[in-house]
């Protein structure tokens, strides 16, 4: 025998059994102490539906005897373990992989020979109709600014299956946390093109008041919450939203979308830590494209990417094929129903790769090969798959698709011109909003600023309204 | 369950804002009260915090509380005593150690319309959670142009308590101070305490509330009128603590009693002080401190957090922007020593501001008569 085990035999019996079993019955009694118990269900019941806390409370007569205990398992705080006397490190990586969920492969057919996915014609046609306006839209914008119309502008290429399909399995009733890549989950609700263009010219039509920079889309009637710039904020803030929402006992769920790169941010952690232990309907969606504007994923995280995370914190998840519309849909949909129906978090991590350059500040082919963005581009791209897969079933043509793409393109240049022209938000809008009720110093902030612009009214350029 | 009634889908508010301000105007003056027994009650600043969230959380089913220890533990400093046996773990929620996630996940329940009150332990740990504070939940309403509104309040120690070392000891008043969406308040006394809790967790924006620890235990007397429970006070008013004419003081939270101290002595000496306490660091209520330094001509400024870009200077710059005239005097700022706080009783001593740096630097702005000599 070693040294180390005769120390641990010796403290095992510096305990008396009556001794040991007296100090066990002290800490039941003080634990009950605090009404109502911890162990009953009661505690929680009303909230956190049938997860049962385990404590050093709730102990099997097992323990209690008074025999020098040859347990095979414990009741630990936190939950009964069995032991093993082999030494063995949970590695921290695998051979293999966590299995990817796909059901339409390249050619647009399907793997899997069911009808698991219901989806009829009109909502098929509306979802490839949404990717295909969606990707016109990215056009369009990214050019305006390459033009100098826009100052700024990011695209979702390469993840409209993604944007529309998730938002496809989703009700309108569900909040929406985005990042910023996720534009597609507004336009599937009912944003307009003009409404889009009205807030990338930040002109008087723009619900954000030209407050935000671009792309920073947010519409309370869509239940979509404006876009913030730091990362992975919005996740906790879903969580919390999640918490509302179950104790109104709505029918409704929170999602949140975010990258690769928020997945480092102590927000995830802290996230998805707490929405677990809460027990609140959160859809937890991660959009893997492999970037970090220009941090791959390798240099970002070491496990087997995110969905193995979600084991970690209590929460069930899927990796699932983010090129492939029918199984992110599948996905979305199934999680849905879990997380209402079981008031549980759900983690979805989708691969895919960002077909384009972070934003249009960013170059990606400075960091990566175009061989590679290419091949991503075209032979794994969402919209042509999901094209294929109607075409084959008779729901579109080509007819259909030049058709479609023109009049969207005509509608958006139209939405842009208008945008362009009309006039940016009145001056005096500024103050607004800092507060519920706007406070006196603002007010004569505001009256002192208009009499400047009165006077000096040559100075100022004469098209800003007040 | 509780029955939560919301008036509309999507971001309701629970109790929506046009019934509130007509509460905020209510204030305790002493000729308004009728008919109240004449033995005037006393309670600690402790009571005073735990019946103000007891009583707004019985009103409106949408308060609910969260923060490390509220819960089962009754609060670290016991200010959430009692809450969780009487509303349960729904509504006051115990939390992981995580400020960033706790306070992300409030602002994210208020954004759907629940009005959360967050604990900090001490504000130091809100350093954590400092970009939901700002960028989450102070900055919303205006990025969102009104479409998000967010009825969440921050509260917690803050500044020095005794003996516990340079991070649990820092006055987060001016860094709050200055965030534009943020509402600042600062309470002294039991009442401070009572009203301004009920107001800040009432009002439709972020209201940060910081408290001080040592003031916990204090007792203080209050008027039946603040032991109503629609008793509200006014955001934004300071309160003239001791009426004087010779010079102003103004101070917040521990440091308002200190000042009252520094008068007493300062009488002795003939010297007439009026002391200010601020109640709320923002919006800083300007008219009453100018108003008051046109009357006294003189003005000192009491904090207990570090001098550079503290809540003096702003005092200072406000009262030369509008009362240049009138001072006679240069201002002076009495705050904290610009060293992280050292931990030993003697050092911790000299780091803070005592009563008599107080009536030093009193003296010092009534006798000054010879300028500061310039070098050569």
Redesign the interface.
Known sequence: MSMASIKFIKRTSFLTSSQFSSHLHRWIDSSSRNKPPVTSSGRFGTVYGGRQLHTAASISSDQLSTEAPSRQELNFPGGSVKFTSKRIFISGSNEERAHCYRVLNENGELVIDNDLLKITKELAVKMYTNMATLQVIDTIFYEAQRQGRISFYLTTTGEEAINIASAAALSNNDFVFPQYREPGVLLWRGFTLQEFANQLFGNKHDYGKGRQMHVHYGSKKHNYVTVSSPIATQIPQAVGAAYSMKMEKQDSCTITYFGDGSSSEGDFHAGLNFSAVMEVPVIFFCRNNGWAISTPISDQLRGDGIVVRGKAYGIPSIRVDGNDALAVYSAVYEARKMAIENQTPVLIEALTYRVGHHSTSDDSTKYRPVDEIEWWRNDQSPVKRFRKWIENKGWWSNDNESQHRSNIRKELAQAVQNAERTQKPPVADMFNNVYDVSPKNLNEQKESLRKTLKQHAKEYPSNVPW | ??G?V?QN???ARGLS?QGL?SMVRLRPIASVIRNYSSATKEMTVRDALNSALDEEMAADPNVYVMGEEVG?YQGAYKITKGLL?KY???RV?D??I?E???????????????R?VIEFMTFNFSMQAI??VI??AAK??????????VPIVFRGPNGPAAGVGAQHSQCYGAWYGSV??L?VLVPYSSEDARGLLKAAIR???PVVFLENELLYGESFPVSAEALDSSFCLPI?KAKIEREGKDITITAFSKMVGYALKAAEILEKDGINAEVINLRSIR?LD?ATINASVRKTNRLVTVEEGFPQHGIGAEICASVVEDSFGYLDAPVERVAGADVPTPYAANLERMAFPQIEDIVRAAKRVCYRSVPLAATA
């Open positions: 369950m509780f939560i919301r889908v999507g971001g804002s301000n089962e046996d349960g773990p729904e929620v939390t992981p995580t960033a996630g706790f306070a992300g996940i409030g602002v994210g329940s208020a954004y759907h319309g629940l959360p970009d939901h960028n989450s919303s309403n205006y990025m969102s142009a009104g479409q998000i509104n534009p969406g509402k009002d439709p924006d934004g919006p300007r």
